[in-house]
């Protein structure tokens, strides 16, 4: 019979146990829910998360049930957060503290250790974590990206072709101006006769004076070897303008003026040695991006008369199509190139077009 009075005993107490651990379980899930970040809207949502941000357009919200979302600023009448924020209002004033709800009509109020202010939702310009920058500071941040290409192609049997050309690119942009330092190498050689030497390298600087307008200055210098020039180099200054200018497009139009420089060698069948160019003259200029879910498309088109003969100028041209590949760094490029001189050395092409598949890798 004790036995059984004991049995009994532990099974009421085992009970009593799992209701309390029940119990327990339940308070600490309630516990943490209570303290989950708040947003509320005009039509009576009340979503429950992680504020992420409130940028005067829309409040990012993390949530379990959805991922994050944006909801439309003007949309909201509460928010309240668990944990301090650095808020800044439209009117310049910031102030680190725990955002709370206090009413409809998106009345809020902004408690932390320098003091409280009450305010409304559509008052907050921006919002950062403690210990962050504001992003309106990063927004006017400039920030280096590098690329680096190369390409190598080879032939051997009836005949002998070796090909290289390797381009760097280092840019410095921001939302107001963007540098630009660049340099390319190409060479071929087919049958043991060269087809292709040349070197350029540059600097371009652009900078906005308004939504619309820029203005920009650059310098570009090198050689041709096989168009036998011994030195070039193309300098201009002007404005532009940004006829697109949107996330996934944009195309800008320069026009400027311009100092050409040639310098020529003696032609080794001929011996002959054309005469130096060095005249001032116009700058027309052309770049298009535009940005596809997995790829990129880039034009790039340059032309250089020379006020001293208008039918005396060069024009260079770029299009590429670039895809990316399994690591994000690296990317192919394939596309086409074209190098016009008007006035060549004689017995010399005025076109030189190259077809290239290029590796590149990019960098920040």
Do not use: C
Not at 89 to 105: E, I
Not at 268 to 282: F, M, Q, R, V, Y
Request: aromatic share 8%.
């Amino acid at each position: 019979m004790l036995d059984s009075l004991d049995t009994s005993a532990l099974m009421k107490l085992s009970n009593v146990l799992r209701i309390l651990a029940i119990g327990a379980l339940l308070s600490s899930v309630t516990a943490r829910s209570g303290f989950a970040d708040v947003v509320e809207t005009k039509n009576g949502a009340r979503l429950v998360g992680k504020v992420l941000s409130v940028d005067g357009v829309s409040v990012s919200l993390s949530t379990d049930y959805a991922g994050t979302i944006k909801i439309k600023q003007g949309e909201v009448v509460s928010v309240s957060t668990e944990e301090p924020l650095n808020v800044r209002l439209a009117s310049g004033t910031v102030l680190k503290g725990t955002v709370t709800g206090s009413g409809g009509g998106g009345a809020i109020a902004i408690a932390g250790p320098d003091g409280s202010i009450n305010t409304t939702v559509d008052k907050i310009a921006a919002t950062w974590a403690p210990g962050g920058t504001d992003p309106a500071l990063l927004a006017l941040a400039r920030n280096w990206a590098y690329e680096a290409a190369v390409d190598v192609t080879g032939k051997t049997g009836n005949s002998e072709q070796l090909g290289t050309a390797f381009s760097f690119r280092a840019t410095l942009e921001g939302i107001h101006d963007k540098l630009q330092f660049y340099t390319a190498y190409d060479r071929q050689v087919t049958a043991g006769t060269k087809s292709s030497d040349q070197l350029k390298a540059g600097v371009d600087y652009q900078a906005n004076f308004s939504e619309k307008k820029l203005w920009y200055v650059r310098d570009e210098a090198g050689f041709d070897r096989v168009k036998l020039i011994e030195f070039s180099n193309i300098a201009a200054f002007g404005v532009g303008y940004h006829v697109i200018k949107r996330p996934v497009q944009t195309l800008d139009l320069r026009i400027g003026l311009s100092h050409r420089f040639e310098s020529y060698q003696r032609d080794p069948k001929t011996h002959e040695k054309a005469d130096s160019l060095n005249s001032a003259g116009l700058d027309f200029g052309l770049e298009h991006h535009y940005q596809f879910a997995n790829a990129a498309l880039v034009n790039r088109l340059a032309i250089v008369p020379a006020f001293e003969n208008f039918s005396n100028f060069v024009l260079t041209h770029e299009s590429f199509l670039e895809l990316p590949m399994a690591n994000p760094d690296w990317k192919l490029r394939i596309g086409v190139a074209n190098d016009y001189n008007s006035k060549p050395p004689k017995n010399h092409e005025r076109l030189d077009t190259t077809y290239f598949t290029r590796l590149v890798l990019g960098w920040k």
